[in-house]
């Protein structure tokens, strides 16, 4: 529960600082996603990784894909 809740955090904070529409709601999304072993937040930070390339914000894509990858998946490694 707390792992999630932190990958809920962090990924609420990429999203609001990169702009995403609803970003609040995408990081509330998360937090239930990242109860789902393994990639479970991908199933959120995914689609709007995509949402932000087609929209022709790629620099934001990018960083949400690298963000995602290593802090949002990653913090579960380190924390269990």
């Known amino acids: 529960f707390i792992v999630s809740l932190i990958q809920a955090i962090l990924a609420g904070i ?14 509330f999304a998360t937090f239930f ?12 930070w995914g689609p709007i990784t ?13 960083l949400l894909l690298v963000f995602g990858i290593l ?3 990653g913090i579960d490694n380190v924390l269990y």
Do not use: D, K, R
């Open 71 to 73: 802090a949002i998946g």
């Open 33 to 44: 996603a990242a109860l789902i072993p393994a990639l479970g937040t991908v199933f959120i």
């Open 50 to 62: 995509l949402y932000l390339a087609l929209s022709g914000s790629g620099t934001e894509a990018i």
């Open 14 to 27: 990429i999203y609001t600082a990169l702009g995403v529409p609803g970003a609040a709601l995408w990081g």
